[in-house]
């Protein structure tokens, strides 16, 4: 069992920047993949970013945010975290945090979730 809590959301304007937080406790070790979903109203929730939570930790992205965001994890922390720089308003959303036994990029692939935390970045 895994238990995920998200932070760091807020009120941004285009061009700023935010980082998320995801404090995993419960047994984050037995998951060999975390990553960063977001829900928009009247959308479907996408994928964003993921990391292996092992030694190599290689870390996928979305095109729509390559370049922009990065995710990074301390280990000895159980943290997650999501640098964004550079928003636009159509990162506006709920930004969910993942942990899952399958590496990947579907919803499917991930067994526990965070509460989500709101992103809004005005024009």
């Known amino acids: 069992q895994v238990q995920l809590v998200e932070s760091g959301g807020g009120l941004v304007q285009a061009g700023g920047s935010l980082r998320l937080s995801c404090a995993a406790s419960?047994?984050?070790?037995?998951?060999?993949?975390m990553g960063w979903f977001r829900q928009a109203p009247g959308k479907e929730r996408e994928f964003v970013a993921s990391i292996n939570w092992g030694r190599a930790g290689h870390s996928y992205y979305a095109d729509s945010v390559k370049g922009r965001f990065t995710i990074s994890r301390d280990n000895a922390k159980n943290t997650l975290y999501l640098q964004m720089n550079s928003l636009k308003p159509e990162d506006t959303a709920v930004y969910y945090c993942?942990?899952?036994?399958?590496?990947?990029?579907?919803?499917?692939?991930?067994?526990?979730w965070g509460q989500g935390t709101q992103v809004t970045v005005s024009s």
């Open positions: 419960g047994r984050p070790s037995s998951m060999s993949s």
């Open positions: 993942a942990a899952g036994t399958v590496p990947g990029t579907k919803v499917s692939s991930y067994n526990y």
